[in-house]
């Protein structure tokens, strides 16, 4: 008897004014661990298509958006991620049951980290984020009086366009915010490996504050796209885009050069672990604590950890902490299965496996060859490179963590997230050295994988990136006084 | 007689024989897998972090099988260097800085189990024909298991006339096509054999000049180990296509040889009229798919990378661990695998740098 599997179709994208019957569909297939099959259908819009959605777009942010107080726009989008904090709402019940299918992730692990995530956009972190940017928030929404004399204004791009990449789930809603705070009319391009979610954001938006149903839009194309793509990029005046350096290389050349280009590369994280935290107390705890960066997401994250330098001399040694992530890891694994590996990334694995293990005396492979994760510990300094990922980590005992200062600044185009458990001066001495190396966020180890809210993703201004100021000067201000119908 | 000489004896007459029963390949690939546990320190280590020792491995399945990787990492070999060993290298065209090297003590082994199977696979029958080769000779490149090879095809098969068509200043096209145009006239049939990419030199010269040739019946082409970034790069069925179409070759007399520096043994195909072709190799060899991490079997019906027990390897390691995807081609082992290129490609899914773009933006 055969059993007849059970074929779930979710349609993908937002596109206001737009029907399903007038775009060509194509479907995206998805297997869960457990056989579940998940067809998603992407929208293929052809250039004029494009055209009219930003136009679209473009005329509900004039009207909508762009007059809503900064203040209205944060309760709203407070209001959407409520709804997905509620584990009971549909849409929150949605993101749990598929995007652990899409990306492949453990379904706990994802339920976890969405939590953890939706969190940081309430309305108390969105005020903050707003503020570690301007200084005066109502900047956003009129002219302020600025200090030199006269007067300024930010407005937001007349046009944002996302190009998201990769499968870390929801990972569109941070861009899809900020444009929000800054009152731009948005279009995104969903990432085939997580197709899902920036559409149903942009659903959620509409049905917590209608007038927004029209202000931003949601697309698909395959690969970097045709001329549909140039179509949509040619109406952009900024365009936010994730993804390697080749494809955003590839981007930025196609863009006139009047296109503000904010590019997101991959990032190559590590962790710098002080002899102070390897007491026979608190090594363990940080061993556990080290596990949960490198388990979240499977090291899929930019702020992801691919190395620990563990300093000598401790009362737990380099290797014994390598020994105690190693225990950790295996740990998270009954808890959080890592991600099913298809023949090429298993191959690529098992590469960098075998690198370490016919890497000569200086370096070790511990635990089984076949375990879900793997640990790599080298006796000598390494150059900063990346692991193969999906929980494989190199621990790299140092006699100073000033040592790593060279191999560190040697891949500065990839710098972005360091862990430090140090103590408190030393903590400020290594920051100031490591971002001079071009380090643009320290966090807690355990901390990496979790950016907290208004962080300086790649340490640029999230929202004074987006926008332009408009000044008035002085003598502007000046000059109309006696044009005014009072004037004496 | 101490022990190499006398594996190596035992070896060429098993190498002689026409086929084997599964019982005497595993008892010599037992015996050679005893010999380079106890001589071949490198090999002797990797089975121990492996837990494989002399009294688990009961099968030529359950020997280790030692990724390629580690002939540029280390010294694989059971017998200590002598003046008189031949190395062969890898290309390193990969991106990866350093070599891999396949020390032979001698290559009598290696000759005859290249001869016995290309006589079969290639030659089907003939003893000699005329030969044109595309590819560097011995002394030009002394480091390379395929100009050995070649080189070989052409002294020990190729009738007299039979000459290389690739030189310092390049490819002889006008040589080339004389030879080809005595062909088409004398009816005489022609082999052309070299590497894939020398082949796309030839066809891109035959374009260019307008030309095509009609061989006769009997001819036949051997192309191997793809284009390696030495010519464009097109698919396999446009180039099987077009070889075809500019000598006058049958698909099925284009035939594609499988091999390995890491190897001493060569797979074939019965030719490219369908794609991907069927490899297999002679009863000296067997092969395995695996699951990479784990090193376990795949399924039936899946695709795994290839493992490869050659025991003709007497002096290196019998069992390699490729970095090639295949799928078994029917219900047998024996009936051959697909070779469906390499395990290349695994990309970032996220946003954390992967190994590959960083290898690649190193070497850009």
Redesign the interface.
């Known amino acids: 008897m055969s059993k007849q599997r059970k074929v779930q179709r979710i349609k993908a994208g937002y596109l206001p004014g737009l029907g399903d019957e007038e775009v060509q569909w194509q479907t995206l297939d998805f297997t869960s661990r457990d056989g579940r099959v998940l067809q998603v259908s992407v929208p293929v819009l052809t250039a004029p298509q494009m055209q009219a959605l930003a136009c679209r777009v473009r005329k509900a942010a004039a009207a909508h958006l762009r007059p809503m107080p900064v203040a209205d726009i944060i309760d709203a989008v407070d209001r959407a991620m409520a709804r997905l904090l509620d584990r009971n709402d549909i849409y929150r019940q949605q993101a749990e049951a598929w995007l652990p299918v899409v990306s492949g992730y453990d379904a706990d692990m994802v339920r976890l980290g969405l939590t953890g995530f939706f969190k940081t956009f309430r309305a108390a972190q969105l005020k903050r984020f707003v503020a570690e940017d301007f200084a005066n928030p109502a900047v956003l929404d009129g002219f302020q009086p600025a200090a030199k004399g006269g007067a300024v204004r930010a407005f937001g791009p007349d046009l944002l366009v996302h190009s998201w ?4 789930p929801a ?1 569109s809603l941070w861009s899809l915010v900020c444009g929000l705070l800054v009152k731009a009319p948005a279009i995104g391009k969903l990432a085939s ?1 997580e197709p899902l979610f920036a559409g149903w954001f942009a659903r959620l938006l509409a049905e917590v504050h209608p007038p927004l149903a029209d202000c931003l839009a949601v697309v698909w194309w395959r690969g970097a796209g045709g001329e549909e793509a140039d179509a949509l990029y040619a109406q952009a005046d900024t365009v936010l885009a ?1 993804g ?3 494809t955003l290389d590839a981007l930025r050349r196609r863009l006139p050069v009047t296109t503000r280009f904010l590019p ?1 590369g ?4 590590f962790g710098l672990i002080d002899a102070q935290a390897l007491d026979t107390l608190k090594a363990p705890a940080m061993a556990r604590l080290a596990a949960w960066d490198v388990m979240r ?1 499977d ?4 702020y ?1 950890p ?1 190395v620990f330098y563990v300093q000598r001399g401790a009362p737990v040694s380099a290797r014994a902490f390598a020994d105690y992530l190693a225990a950790e890891l295996a740990n998270l694994q009954r808890r959080f299965a890592r991600r099913e ?1 298809d ?13 370490m ?4 005396e200086a370096h070790q492979l511990l635990g089984p ?2 375990a879900p994760w793997s640990v790599a510990y080298s006796e000598s300094l390494q150059p900063l ?5 999906y929980r494989t980590i190199a621990v790299v005992a140092v006699d100073r963590l000033d040592a790593v200062l060279p191999v560190v600044a040697a891949q500065r185009d ?1 710098l972005q997230t360091a862990g430090i458990a140090a103590g408190p001066e030393e903590l400020y001495r290594l920051a100031g050295l490591l971002g001079a190396a071009g380090v643009t966020r320290i966090s807690a180890i355990g901390s990496m994988s979790m950016p907290e809210a208004g962080w300086h993703h790649d340490g640029r201004f999230n929202l004074l990136d987006l926008v332009r100021m408009t000044e008035i000067e002085q003598s502007a201000e000046l000059a109309a006084q006696p044009l005014a119908d009072y004037a004496d | 007689m101490d022990k190499a000489a006398s594996l190596v004896a035992d070896l060429l007459a098993f190498i002689a024989m026409d086929d084997c029963t599964d019982d005497q390949f595993n008892q010599l690939a037992l015996r050679l897998f005893a010999y380079q546990y106890e001589c071949n320190a490198p090999f002797r280590s990797f089975c121990q972090r492996r837990g494989a020792t002399l009294r688990n491995v009961r099968s030529w399945r359950d020997v280790p099988a030692v990724p390629i990787d580690a002939f540029k990492a280390m010294e694989l070999r059971s017998e200590p260097p002598s003046p008189a060993e031949r190395v062969f290298m890898t290309s390193g065209t990969t991106g990866r800085a350093a070599r891999g090297r396949h020390f032979h003590p001698q290559l009598d082994v290696y000759d005859l189990s290249m001869k016995r199977y290309f006589a079969r696979r290639f030659m089907q029958g003939l003893e000699r024909m005329p030969m044109g080769i595309l590819f560097p000779d011995e002394q030009a490149m002394p480091n390379s298991s395929l100009a050995h090879y070649l080189a070989l095809a052409c002294s020990e098969f190729g009738s007299a006339g039979s000459r290389y068509y690739l030189n310092s200043e390049g490819l002889d096209m006008p040589a080339l096509c004389a030879a080809l145009e005595e062909s088409e006239r004398s009816g005489q049939p022609f082999a052309l054999l070299g590497a894939s990419f020398s082949l796309v030199h030839v066809m891109d010269a035959l374009r260019a000049q307008g030309r095509s040739f009609r061989l006769p019946a009997g001819s036949r082409v051997l192309d191997t180990g793809g284009y390696k970034g030495q010519s464009r790069e097109l698919p396999l069925e446009e180039f099987y296509a077009e070889l075809s179409q500019l000598l006058g070759v049958p698909r099925s007399l284009c035939i594609n040889m499988y091999g390995m520096t890491e190897l001493s043994t060569q797979f074939y195909d019965d030719g490219n009229a369908v794609l991907p072709s069927v490899k297999s190799g002679p009863h000296w060899i067997r092969s395995r798919l695996v699951e990479p991490i784990t090193g376990r079997d795949v399924a039936a019906g899946e695709r795994g990378i290839l493992v490869h027990c050659d025991l003709a390897n007497y002096n290196a390691v019998t069992t390699i661990l490729t970095e090639d995807v295949g799928l078994w081609a029917g219900s047998q082992e024996k009936d051959g695998f697909l070779l469906l290129g390499r395990a290349e490609g695994a990309a970032a899914k996220g946003c954390s740098l992967a190994v590959e773009e960083f290898v690649k933006a190193a070497g850009a």
Do not use: F, I, M
């Not at chain 1, 090291?299 to 930019?302: K, L, R, S, V």
């Not at chain 1, 090429?344 to 496996?353: D, T, V």
């Open positions: 990449a990769g499968n870390v990972l490996a994730y390697g350096n080749q997101h991959h990032k190559l994280g997401y090291q899929q994250g930019c992801s691919h590996l023949l090429e990334e298993g191959a690529a694995l098992a590469r960098w496996q075998q690198n293990e016919w890497g000569g060859v076949d490179a990346p692991t193969a990922l990839y």
